[in-house]
Protein backbone atom coordinates (compact mmCIF):
# COMPACT_ATOMS: atom_id res chain seq x y z
CA UNK A 1 0.00 0.00 0.00
CA UNK A 2 1.42 3.60 -1.01
CA UNK A 3 1.51 6.39 1.39
CA UNK A 4 -1.18 8.02 -0.56
CA UNK A 5 -3.93 4.75 0.02
CA UNK A 6 -2.83 5.03 2.89
CA UNK A 7 -3.15 8.40 3.81
CA UNK A 8 -7.14 8.16 1.91
CA UNK A 9 -7.94 5.05 4.27
CA UNK A 10 -6.94 6.67 7.20
CA UNK A 11 -9.18 9.72 6.84
CA UNK A 12 -11.74 7.34 5.73
CA UNK A 13 -11.92 5.37 8.91
CA UNK A 14 -11.74 8.58 10.74
CA UNK A 15 -15.22 10.69 9.40
CA UNK A 16 -17.66 10.26 11.85
CA UNK A 17 -21.13 10.83 10.78
CA UNK A 18 -25.27 10.23 11.41
CA UNK A 19 -28.28 10.22 9.75
CA UNK A 20 -29.92 13.92 9.56
CA UNK A 21 -33.58 14.55 9.63
CA UNK A 22 -33.92 17.65 7.87
CA UNK A 23 -37.11 20.48 8.26
CA UNK A 24 -36.69 22.31 4.86
CA UNK A 25 -40.14 24.19 6.05
CA UNK A 26 -41.36 24.36 2.72
CA UNK A 27 -43.70 21.92 1.02
CA UNK A 28 -43.11 21.01 -2.73
CA UNK A 29 -46.20 22.17 -4.24
CA UNK A 30 -44.69 25.76 -3.70
CA UNK A 31 -41.83 24.94 -6.38
CA UNK A 32 -42.58 26.36 -9.62
CA UNK A 33 -42.55 23.92 -12.54
CA UNK A 34 -39.28 25.17 -13.89
CA UNK A 35 -37.34 25.52 -10.46
CA UNK A 36 -33.56 25.71 -11.93
CA UNK A 37 -33.78 29.41 -13.27
CA UNK A 38 -36.98 28.53 -15.30
CA UNK A 39 -34.83 26.39 -17.85
CA UNK A 40 -36.16 23.33 -18.68
CA UNK A 41 -33.40 21.42 -19.39
CA UNK A 42 -31.66 21.74 -16.04
CA UNK A 43 -34.74 21.26 -14.01
CA UNK A 44 -36.00 18.07 -15.79
CA UNK A 45 -32.11 16.90 -15.65
CA UNK A 46 -32.67 17.62 -11.60
CA UNK A 47 -35.56 15.98 -11.61
CA UNK A 48 -35.11 12.99 -13.26
CA UNK A 49 -31.84 12.38 -11.27
CA UNK A 50 -34.22 12.50 -8.41
CA UNK A 51 -36.28 10.44 -9.31
CA UNK A 52 -33.55 7.40 -9.83
CA UNK A 53 -32.53 8.18 -5.87
CA UNK A 54 -35.23 6.32 -4.33
CA UNK A 55 -34.31 2.86 -5.87
CA UNK A 56 -31.12 3.78 -6.12
CA UNK A 57 -30.64 4.22 -2.60
CA UNK A 58 -32.24 1.26 -1.90
CA UNK A 59 -29.87 -0.96 -4.03
CA UNK A 60 -26.89 0.02 -1.97
CA UNK A 61 -28.50 -0.75 1.25
CA UNK A 62 -29.52 -4.34 0.29
CA UNK A 63 -25.43 -4.33 -1.33
CA UNK A 64 -23.71 -3.29 1.64
CA UNK A 65 -26.47 -5.23 3.96
CA UNK A 66 -25.34 -8.91 2.01
CA UNK A 67 -21.47 -7.67 2.82
CA UNK A 68 -22.04 -6.41 5.95
CA UNK A 69 -20.70 -9.67 7.82
CA UNK A 70 -17.37 -9.53 5.99
CA UNK A 71 -16.86 -6.38 7.96
CA UNK A 72 -14.62 -6.82 10.74
CA UNK A 73 -13.39 -3.13 11.72
CA UNK A 74 -15.86 -1.57 14.62
CA UNK A 75 -15.05 1.91 12.98
CA UNK A 76 -16.94 0.36 9.24
CA UNK A 77 -19.54 -1.88 11.63
CA UNK A 78 -20.66 1.68 12.72
CA UNK A 79 -20.17 3.91 9.34
CA UNK A 80 -22.48 1.07 7.99
CA UNK A 81 -25.23 1.91 10.18
CA UNK A 82 -25.53 5.40 9.60
CA UNK A 83 -24.89 5.05 6.00
CA UNK A 84 -28.03 2.92 5.70
CA UNK A 85 -29.74 5.79 7.55
CA UNK A 86 -28.37 8.43 5.58
CA UNK A 87 -29.67 6.46 2.33
CA UNK A 88 -32.92 5.95 4.24
CA UNK A 89 -34.14 9.33 4.48
CA UNK A 90 -32.73 10.54 1.25
CA UNK A 91 -35.03 7.93 -0.26
CA UNK A 92 -38.15 9.19 1.71
CA UNK A 93 -37.14 13.10 0.58
CA UNK A 94 -36.83 12.28 -2.93
CA UNK A 95 -40.00 10.46 -3.26
CA UNK A 96 -42.10 13.11 -1.78
CA UNK A 97 -40.33 15.31 -5.04
CA UNK A 98 -41.38 12.15 -7.38
CA UNK A 99 -45.41 12.62 -6.17
CA UNK A 100 -45.25 16.54 -6.77
CA UNK A 101 -43.86 15.59 -10.06
CA UNK A 102 -47.15 13.31 -10.22
CA UNK A 103 -49.06 16.06 -10.37
CA UNK A 104 -47.38 18.83 -12.87
CA UNK A 105 -48.09 15.19 -15.35
CA UNK A 106 -44.65 13.90 -15.12
CA UNK A 107 -44.85 9.76 -14.66
CA UNK A 108 -42.27 10.51 -11.52
CA UNK A 109 -43.55 7.38 -8.98
CA UNK A 110 -44.00 5.29 -12.43
CA UNK A 111 -40.68 5.56 -13.07
CA UNK A 112 -39.90 4.60 -9.47
CA UNK A 113 -41.39 1.21 -10.22
CA UNK A 114 -39.52 0.85 -12.88
CA UNK A 115 -36.38 1.03 -11.29
CA UNK A 116 -37.55 -0.88 -8.11
CA UNK A 117 -38.32 -4.05 -10.62
CA UNK A 118 -34.84 -3.65 -11.83
CA UNK A 119 -33.23 -3.56 -8.10
CA UNK A 120 -35.18 -6.37 -7.49
CA UNK A 121 -34.32 -8.15 -10.27
CA UNK A 122 -30.64 -7.41 -9.58
CA UNK A 123 -31.01 -8.86 -5.74
CA UNK A 124 -32.35 -11.86 -7.52
CA UNK A 125 -29.56 -12.79 -9.81
CA UNK A 126 -26.06 -10.82 -9.50
CA UNK A 127 -24.05 -11.67 -6.70
CA UNK A 128 -23.83 -9.95 -3.73
CA UNK A 129 -20.23 -8.58 -4.51
CA UNK A 130 -20.82 -7.77 -7.85
CA UNK A 131 -24.20 -5.41 -6.21
CA UNK A 132 -21.46 -3.50 -3.79
CA UNK A 133 -18.84 -2.87 -7.02
CA UNK A 134 -21.89 -1.40 -8.74
CA UNK A 135 -22.30 0.54 -5.54
CA UNK A 136 -19.04 2.13 -5.36
CA UNK A 137 -19.74 3.42 -8.84
CA UNK A 138 -22.71 4.90 -8.56
CA UNK A 139 -21.40 6.15 -4.95
CA UNK A 140 -18.35 7.91 -6.92
CA UNK A 141 -20.82 9.23 -9.44
CA UNK A 142 -23.01 10.91 -6.49
CA UNK A 143 -19.31 12.25 -4.32
CA UNK A 144 -18.38 13.64 -7.56
CA UNK A 145 -21.64 16.00 -8.57
CA UNK A 146 -22.03 16.15 -4.72
CA UNK A 147 -18.43 18.19 -4.67
CA UNK A 148 -19.78 20.20 -7.30
CA UNK A 149 -23.03 20.82 -5.40
CA UNK A 150 -21.23 22.34 -2.54
CA UNK A 151 -18.17 23.90 -4.48
CA UNK A 152 -19.04 25.17 -8.07
CA UNK A 153 -21.48 28.40 -7.67
CA UNK A 154 -22.54 27.91 -11.13
CA UNK A 155 -24.25 24.47 -10.71
CA UNK A 156 -26.42 25.63 -7.27
CA UNK A 157 -27.37 29.89 -7.89
CA UNK A 158 -30.09 29.23 -10.22
CA UNK A 159 -31.91 26.59 -8.19
CA UNK A 160 -34.75 27.24 -6.14
CA UNK A 161 -33.40 28.24 -2.50
CA UNK A 162 -35.67 25.92 -1.07
CA UNK A 163 -35.00 23.19 -3.52
CA UNK A 164 -30.97 24.03 -3.51
CA UNK A 165 -30.86 23.63 -0.04
CA UNK A 166 -32.19 20.23 0.15
CA UNK A 167 -29.47 19.16 -2.47
CA UNK A 168 -26.87 20.86 -0.55
CA UNK A 169 -28.00 18.39 1.98
CA UNK A 170 -27.84 15.62 -0.25
CA UNK A 171 -24.49 16.29 -1.15
CA UNK A 172 -22.89 17.04 2.77
CA UNK A 173 -24.25 13.32 3.11
CA UNK A 174 -22.74 11.76 0.03
CA UNK A 175 -19.34 13.28 0.93
CA UNK A 176 -19.44 12.32 4.27
CA UNK A 177 -20.23 8.57 3.49
CA UNK A 178 -18.66 8.11 0.19
CA UNK A 179 -15.52 6.27 1.62
CA UNK A 180 -18.00 3.70 3.28
CA UNK A 181 -19.15 1.05 0.18
CA UNK A 182 -15.63 1.13 -0.76
CA UNK A 183 -14.35 0.12 2.09
CA UNK A 184 -17.10 -2.39 2.64
CA UNK A 185 -15.89 -3.40 -0.91
CA UNK A 186 -12.68 -3.93 -0.04
CA UNK A 187 -12.85 -5.54 2.83
CA UNK A 188 -15.15 -8.20 1.15
CA UNK A 189 -12.49 -9.18 -1.44
CA UNK A 190 -13.38 -7.20 -3.42
CA UNK A 191 -10.64 -6.84 -7.15
CA UNK A 192 -10.39 -4.20 -8.88
CA UNK A 193 -11.06 -5.92 -12.35
CA UNK A 194 -14.49 -6.47 -10.95
CA UNK A 195 -14.06 -2.70 -9.68
CA UNK A 196 -13.90 -1.01 -12.93
CA UNK A 197 -15.98 -3.42 -14.97
CA UNK A 198 -18.91 -2.11 -13.26
CA UNK A 199 -17.64 1.36 -13.65
CA UNK A 200 -17.19 1.40 -17.06
CA UNK A 201 -20.92 -0.37 -17.31
CA UNK A 202 -22.53 1.73 -14.86
CA UNK A 203 -20.89 4.92 -16.53
CA UNK A 204 -22.93 3.86 -19.65
CA UNK A 205 -26.74 2.75 -18.10
CA UNK A 206 -26.79 5.47 -15.82
CA UNK A 207 -26.32 7.92 -18.12
CA UNK A 208 -28.42 6.08 -20.71
CA UNK A 209 -31.45 5.85 -18.33
CA UNK A 210 -31.03 9.15 -16.94
CA UNK A 211 -30.99 10.58 -20.75
CA UNK A 212 -33.87 8.68 -21.25
CA UNK A 213 -35.98 9.60 -18.37
CA UNK A 214 -35.34 13.17 -19.19
CA UNK A 215 -36.08 13.17 -22.23
CA UNK A 216 -39.18 11.33 -21.43
CA UNK A 217 -40.12 14.42 -19.30
CA UNK A 218 -39.34 16.97 -21.87
CA UNK A 219 -41.16 15.79 -24.21
CA UNK A 220 -43.96 15.55 -22.28
CA UNK A 221 -43.37 19.41 -21.55
CA UNK A 222 -43.34 19.57 -25.79
CA UNK A 223 -39.42 20.70 -25.10
CA UNK A 224 -37.73 18.17 -26.24
CA UNK A 225 -37.41 19.22 -29.55
CA UNK A 226 -37.18 23.18 -29.19
CA UNK A 227 -33.63 24.54 -30.12
CA UNK A 228 -33.41 26.14 -26.80
CA UNK A 229 -33.41 22.94 -25.05
CA UNK A 230 -30.35 21.66 -26.73
CA UNK A 231 -28.10 24.66 -26.26
CA UNK A 232 -29.04 24.84 -22.84
CA UNK A 233 -27.71 20.98 -22.47
CA UNK A 234 -24.55 22.09 -24.47
CA UNK A 235 -23.66 25.13 -22.22
CA UNK A 236 -24.38 23.34 -18.79
CA UNK A 237 -22.18 20.22 -19.91
CA UNK A 238 -19.23 22.09 -21.65
CA UNK A 239 -19.99 25.67 -20.69
CA UNK A 240 -21.20 26.91 -17.54
CA UNK A 241 -21.22 24.55 -15.26
CA UNK A 242 -19.19 22.85 -17.79
CA UNK A 243 -20.09 19.92 -15.86
CA UNK A 244 -18.08 17.29 -17.81
CA UNK A 245 -14.98 19.04 -17.74
CA UNK A 246 -15.23 19.67 -14.35
CA UNK A 247 -15.87 15.98 -13.09
CA UNK A 248 -13.61 14.34 -15.80
CA UNK A 249 -10.27 13.80 -13.93
CA UNK A 250 -11.66 12.79 -11.00
CA UNK A 251 -13.90 10.26 -12.77
CA UNK A 252 -10.86 8.79 -14.27
CA UNK A 253 -9.19 8.22 -11.10
CA UNK A 254 -11.77 5.79 -10.27
CA UNK A 255 -9.85 3.04 -12.63
CA UNK A 256 -6.40 3.43 -11.03
CA UNK A 257 -4.86 0.54 -9.14
CA UNK A 258 -4.57 2.59 -5.92
CA UNK A 259 -7.92 5.00 -6.02
CA UNK A 260 -9.55 5.79 -2.82
CA UNK A 261 -12.46 8.15 -2.70
CA UNK A 262 -10.90 10.17 0.52
CA UNK A 263 -7.85 10.85 -1.70
CA UNK A 264 -10.15 13.63 -2.93
CA UNK A 265 -10.15 15.26 0.42
CA UNK A 266 -12.71 17.76 1.18
CA UNK A 267 -13.29 17.35 5.19
CA UNK A 268 -13.69 21.33 5.26
CA UNK A 269 -17.01 21.28 3.18
CA UNK A 270 -18.33 18.84 6.00
CA UNK A 271 -17.36 21.14 8.94
CA UNK A 272 -18.28 24.18 7.34
CA UNK A 273 -22.06 23.23 6.33
CA UNK A 274 -22.49 21.64 10.16
CA UNK A 275 -21.39 24.77 11.68
CA UNK A 276 -24.19 26.52 9.58
CA UNK A 277 -27.13 24.54 10.19
CA UNK A 278 -28.95 23.65 13.42
CA UNK A 279 -31.97 22.89 11.83
CA UNK A 280 -31.26 19.12 11.70
CA UNK A 281 -32.44 16.29 14.58
CA UNK A 282 -29.63 13.55 14.47
CA UNK A 283 -31.12 10.10 14.06
Not at 173 to 189: L, N, S
Request: charged content about 30%; overall charge negative; aromatic content about 14%.
Amino acid sequence: MTDKQATARNVSAGIEFHGRKMDFGFEFEDLPRYWYGNDAFKSTLMNALSCLFLEGERLFIDAVRDNEHLVKDERLQKQVKNFIKQEAIHGHEHHMLSEYLDTLGYPATKVEAQERAVRLFLKKHVPAKDRLAITCAVEHFTAMLAHQMLTNNELTDEMDPRIREMWKWHAIEETEHKGVCFDVYEAAGGGYWKRVFHMATITMTFVMRLSTVQAYFLWKDKQLFKWSTWKSAFRFYWKTPALIPTIWKEYKDYYRRDFHPWEHDNRELLEGWEAEHDNYKAV
